[in-house]
């Protein structure tokens, strides 16, 4: 599967901001899918998962300002981010969760396909 994430870009801090994830193939219904950012120099860190009956998990600094949620229909998945802090900017990931993991799928090694990315900044 290929994702294409987006909607990153510079921001301002108290700001929201919405990314996106698109899918390609005919199954991302049964996809579970999860968001990944990293910062220079840091590995990249679990944000929040979402199963393919729209079931959450998120990480636990991010719970209340993270939402993330689907459009299977649209072979979608986003991440909205509420009241940004210069923190938060990274570059962030979607990723698919390989299909045989347990839930919830917090290691990096739990997911087979990445997309490239999309930066966001944040400033204050």
């Known amino acids: 599967v290929q994702l294409q994430a987006s909607g990153g870009g510079l921001v301002q801090a108290g700001d929201s901001l919405i990314l996106s994830c698109v899918a390609s193939?005919?199954?991302?219904?049964?996809?579970?899918m999860g968001w990944f950012r990293r910062t220079p120099g840091e590995e990249r860190e679990f944000l929040a998962a979402i199963g393919w009956s729209g079931k959450t998990h998120y990480s636990d600094f991010v719970r209340g300002r993270f939402t993330v949620s689907r459009d299977n229909a649209k072979n979608t998945i986003y991440l909205k981010i509420d009241t940004l802090e210069p923190d938060d900017t990274a570059k962030y990931y979607c990723?698919?969760?390989?299909?045989?993991?347990?839930?919830?799928?917090?290691?990096?090694?739990?997911?087979?396909?990445w997309g490239q990315g999309t930066l966001v900044t944040v400033s204050s």
């Open positions: 990723a698919r969760v390989h299909s045989t993991e347990y839930w919830p799928p917090i290691r990096e090694g739990a997911y087979d396909s």
């Open positions: 193939g005919s199954f991302f219904s049964t996809y579970r």
